[in-house]
Structure formats: C-alpha cells, structure tokens
C-alpha cells in the first residue's frame, strides 16, 4: 500500500515557476514508476510526465515539454515536478500517481488526492 500526497500548488501569475511535491508512505516507493497528471476544468485527466523507478528515464507530455522537470529521491520517498513558463492553460489539479513499471503509464496503481494550480493571465 502507498499513499500519496500532493504539495505546492497555489495561485501564481503567467511566467511564474512552480514547483509541487508528492510525498509517498511505505518502503516500495523507489519500485514504482512515478506519474504527474493534470486535469482542469471541464477535461478529461491528463498525462503530464513520468519518472522511472531509479530516475533515470523520463518523459513529457509535449504541452509541458521544455518548461516542467520531473525528479524524484527515494531516500525522501519523495517526487517533484518543476514548473516553469506557466500559463493559464496549466491551470488544472495535479495529481501525482504510483505505478509499476512495465504497467501503463495511464493506469497506475496509486493516487494522491491532487493540489490546485491556478495561473492567472
């Protein structure tokens, strides 16, 4: 079992930076593949980006690609997401999620409850 918490959002003004953190329970958090996803108002959940057990392989929703960095330490249990260049069309609850590896990014097996970014124009 992990549990997760986001931590970090807020309310920022367009061309801020951001950075939120998903605090995880349990000694398996360094054996999950770890995910962010977004969803805003009115749309469907999205994926953001991920980060593979050991950290050394990542990937980017191309919405994100250039402006967000994904990191994780497992010492911490620990998993960020450094947002840069926000606009409003970041606006969205993020969601950081657990999952194994070799199972679909957009099926994991854990989720935290989400923190609200809001970008204002």
């Known amino acids: 079992q992990v549990q997760l918490v986001e931590s970090g959002g807020g309310l920022v003004q367009a061309g801020d930076s951001l950075r939120l953190s998903c605090a995880a329970s349990?000694?398996?958090?360094?054996?999950?593949?770890m995910t962010w996803f977004r969803q805003a108002p009115g749309k469907e959940r999205e994926f953001v980006a991920s980060?593979?057990?050991?950290?050394?392989?990542?990937s980017y929703a191309d919405s994100v690609k250039g402006r967000f960095t994904i990191s994780r330490d497992n010492g911490k249990n620990t998993m960020y997401l450094q947002m840069g260049s926000l606009g409003p069309e970041d606006t969205a609850v993020y969601y950081c999620?657990?999952?194994?590896?070799?199972?679909?990014?957009?099926?994991?097996?854990?989720w935290g409850r989400g923190t609200q970014v809001t970008v204002s124009s």
């Open positions: 980060i593979n057990w050991r950290g050394d392989s990542t």
């Open positions: 349990g000694r398996t958090f360094s054996t999950y593949r």
């Open positions: 999620a657990a999952g194994r590896n070799w199972a679909p990014i957009n099926k994991p097996d854990y």
